[in-house]
């Protein structure tokens, strides 16, 4: 079974654009989650979809929004990008979500200059 | 508010040592606790996830624990090896915040 995959894997971006990145969940999975990982902060959870609906959201700001399409794929979209906002973007799926084994994609690392 | 603590934050060991990682969480109130690998750049590896009602949890040279009422996991690595050096984190899930919440890992050097 092919796991999670994640595009682009690198990205370079400039301050005040906006970027998308995608996530495809292991086949069969419907929850996917996306978390921000910096050497500051750590491993942070940005927000959880199943069957299309956002079901759990962390603390940030409204620029980081979110998807999922019929196929349980999901997209994260960074609007108006900060200097700050330069982190690996990790998403994780699982069957159902709870109380199951996150399986985590490798990552899309993003650069903001 | 859940907070999760790893200690310690680095490790060196040489090859063939047995060692223990140490995490706590502050909210018993869990429904899960994994141990995830993290090689540098890298995505997370799921290591072994114990449910709340489970004390232990094996696969092969790794042993995790969960003593949940007093907030605490150890994951025990036998016979180390080179290939095992990376980031080890650990998560808890909590049914009220329907997240995983992590901590900060340990960083473990096998020496050959």
């Known amino acids: 079974k092919a796991g999670v995959t994640q595009t682009p894997r690198y990205l370079i971006k400039t301050r005040g654009q906006q970027v998308t990145l995608s996530c495809s969940p292991i086949?069969?999975?419907?929850?996917v989650s996306w978390y921000q990982q910096t050497p500051g902060q750590g491993l942070q959870f940005l927000f959880e979809y199943f069957s299309e609906t956002q079901r759990n959201k962390g603390n940030f700001p409204g620029r980081f929004s979110g998807r999922q399409f019929s196929n349980s794929r999901s997209e994260m979209n960074v609007s108006t990008l900060e200097l700050g906002d330069s982190a690996l973007y990790l998403c994780a799926s699982s069957f159902q979500g709870d109380q199951e084994t996150q399986y985590f994609g490798p990552g899309t690392r993003l650069l903001v200059l | 508010k859940q907070e999760v603590t790893q200690i310690p934050a680095a490790l060196s060991v040489p090859e063939g040592e047995n060692l223990v990682l140490n995490c706590s969480f502050t909210d018993s109130a869990i429904y899960n606790l994994q141990w995830f690998r993290q090689d540098p750049g890298k995505g997370l590896t799921s290591l072994l996830l114990i449910q709340s009602s489970q004390r232990e949890q094996t696969s092969g040279r790794l042993n995790a624990s969960l003593d949940k009422s007093s907030g605490r996991s150890t994951l025990y690595i036998a016979a180390s090896q080179p290939g095992d050096s990376a980031t080890y984190l650990c998560?808890?899930?909590?049914?009220?915040?329907?997240?995983?919440?992590f901590g900060s890992g340990t960083q473990l050097t096998v020496l050959p």
């Open positions: 086949s069969g999975h419907r929850s």
């Open positions: 998560a808890v899930y909590s049914g009220s915040a329907r997240q995983l919440t």
